[in-house]
């Protein structure tokens, strides 16, 4: 049996008695775009930090393509190539953009072809235009708009060259005409190639959003969680008609 | 003869396009200079003497800033280094009979260690709780030294160290020099691609993490190189004063280099450099009226720290030259347009 891309098995977080990630498993093939919904608080982000390990599990198990993530430092899982976004954008607001996102490009992971340094900066450059935010290199990055810090989070991730990319609400904060420039940007990153030196392998996602409308038009499939439980897993327009998963979002008698 | 003229002419023009363009970089000129000169004006012993010990502490300085003013690692105990830099190079020198330029390496080294030994319990530590730990370093290691009289001459410190040179200017020339590259040396580490990940360090280690450097490493490696430099600087001090005391230890020390580094500006490597060689010499001046010495000193630092509080250093430099909006080359400030962009300036 072929190693699955990602499999998470039976995940289990609490926050004191606040069980945030309940018993979770799923699993994902390479080059899928996973969604992941919820109301506020089921859990999404914590998901997402447990597989990058900023957060420590209780008790479960995450593999990426057959090795263990959990127990490794969040440097080694990046390295390993999965990189991820903040939901409130981190930048390093004191340093210049094109020296935040040099910061991934001097990873191991990103350097790991043996490129010379000297590469550094012209594959910053490189994320940056692919982001689109190129032109405001040398601008502190304390200056930024929020739609911009959003690209620059992006520009950050697909610095590293990842092979899993999780996007902790790409679209929250933007305009509608911000918000098609993203999800252009994501099917673009997600079809694979060579961004000047950056390399895309096309990589598979997982995009924790809120603005529905915009992310059934990019995911392949959605997970639905709900008090940190599974509540439904499936194609689009198979979870949006759920029972269920309505409830979960308007409350009981939502759907009528 | 014609040989000697081209490279004249080579060197005119480098000086002229790339020094004498912006004030900042004319002020290092002339502070290379004058310090490498200084024999030829005066050799008064007392200058000479003063001079010889403002270097020494621009190197402790800068090597706080390194740490803490770049990663954001705030040390409070940096005597720590100092302290082990002078107690290894006369522990070395007085008991094992090893020359000076020898002593000095290898106590560097054993500031190194020193650095690894204090860096991996302050890994998980940090702000306050950071601080508040690495203050206690230096304080436990005065214990260790009033403990063990019989290597470390306990109160008295050990004394009766060599010279690294025997004549007055040859030695001044010796910590001048190692003074100025060392300080080069620190200021190419934080202009270079490690320097940015210091920077990024402090602002969000979190966020560090997540492009994939391992923070530990690179926090690791600024306790060491830090403590390489100022482990230096202790081995200089107690070669030059003759003597190691408990005096490198205190933590009026650490908190000396603490006031030096934010007076001229943290996280720019030239501003604590600045900041001793403005404020040693002057706290040395105002010895004729040695009741209001500190008071003075004191006041100076308030007051700088009120109306600039990003240090001294970074505020005059922001008023003799200006950012080019478009090209972010610095320029004089009394240029109207950008030197490389031709962008009008504001």
């Not at chain 1, 900066?121 to 959003?150: P, V, Y």
Request: charged share 15%.
């Amino acid at each position: 049996m072929a190693v699955p891309f990602l499999e998470v098995e039976a995940l289990t977080k609490s926050f004191g008695g606040l069980r945030a990630v309940d018993n979770i498993q799923f699993r994902m093939e390479n080059k899928e775009i996973l969604g992941l919904i919820g109301p506020n608080g089921a859990g999404k982000t914590t998901l997402l930090r447990l597989i990058t390990g900023i957060l420590k599990p209780d008790s479960g198990s995450v593999r990426f393509q057959g090795k263990q993530l959990v127990g490794l430092k969040t440097w080694d899982i990046v390295n390993m190539g999965v990189a991820c976004t903040f939901q409130n954008m981190r930048p390093f607001r004191r340093l210049p953009i094109i020296a935040n996102v040099m910061v991934s490009c001097l990873s191991p992971r990103s350097m790991r072809r043996g490129e010379w340094v000297k590469v550094v900066e012209s594959k910053a450059m490189d994320a940056l235009e692919f982001a689109g935010i190129s032109d405001m290199a040398l601008e502190k990055a304390s200056t930024l708009s929020q739609g911009d810090l959003k690209r620059l989070e992006v520009a950050r991730a697909i610095a590293t060259e990842p092979d899993l990319l999780l996007l902790d609400e790409p679209f929250g904060g933007l305009s509608p005409a911000e918000t098609d420039l993203m999800a252009k940007s994501i099917r673009r990153l997600h079809k694979g190639g060579r961004f000047g030196r950056l390399h895309s392998e096309g990589p598979a996602m997982i995009i924790v959003e809120h603005k529905l409308q915009q992310l059934m038009k990019i995911v392949d499939r959605i997970i639905v969680l709900n008090f940190g439980t599974l509540l439904a897993e499936g194609k689009p327009d198979d979870v949006v008609n759920n029972p269920a998963v309505i409830e979960a979002y308007l409350g009981q008698g939502g759907g009528q | 003869m014609v040989a000697a003229g081209l490279y004249l002419k080579r060197f005119y023009t480098v000086v002229r396009g790339e020094v004498l363009v912006l004030p900042s970089r004319v002020i290092v000129a002339l502070f290379f200079l004058v310090l490498l000169g200084m024999p030829l004006i005066s050799q008064d012993p007392y200058l000479i003497r003063i001079i010889v010990l403002t270097s020494i502490f621009a190197i402790l300085a800068a090597s706080w800033d390194l740490l803490s003013g770049f990663t954001g690692q705030m040390n409070f105990g940096h005597a720590l280094f100092f302290g082990v830099g002078a107690y290894a190079s006369a522990m070395l020198n007085v008991h094992l009979q090893i020359p000076p330029w020898v002593c000095v390496p290898l106590a560097a080294v054993a500031a190194v260690l020193t650095g690894l030994l204090v860096g991996i319990p302050c890994l998980r530590l940090k702000h306050t709780y950071l601080a508040l730990t690495t203050m206690a370093f230096p304080i436990i290691l005065m214990g260790i030294v009033f403990a063990l009289p019989d290597i470390t001459g306990g109160e008295l410190g050990i004394s009766g160290l060599q010279r690294i040179s025997n004549s007055m200017i040859g030695n001044y020339y010796i910590y001048v020099v190692t003074m100025l590259v060392l300080c080069t040396i620190m200021w190419k580490i934080t202009d270079s691609h490690t320097g940015i990940i210091f920077h990024a360090i402090r602002e969000d280690e979190l966020a560090v993490k997540a492009s994939g450097i391992n923070t530990t490493r690179y926090k690791l490696m600024a306790f060491c190189l830090s403590g390489f430099f100022a482990g230096i600087a202790g081995g200089l001090y107690a070669h030059y004063m003759r003597i190691a005391g408990p005096s490198t230890l205190e933590v009026s020390m650490s908190f000396t280099v603490v006031i030096w580094a934010v007076f001229g500006g943290i996280a720019t490597i030239y501003g604590p450099i600045a900041a001793v060689f403005i404020l040693f010499p002057l706290l040395e001046f105002v010895r004729f009226w040695p009741e209001y010495r500190m008071l003075i000193f004191a006041v100076v630092v308030l007051l700088i720290l009120l109306y600039m509080p990003e240090g001294l250093i970074p505020w005059v430099r922001d008023k003799i030259e200006k950012e080019c909006p478009r090209c972010k080359i610095r320029n004089v400030a009394t240029r109207k347009t950008c030197r490389i962009c031709t962008a009008v300036l504001d």
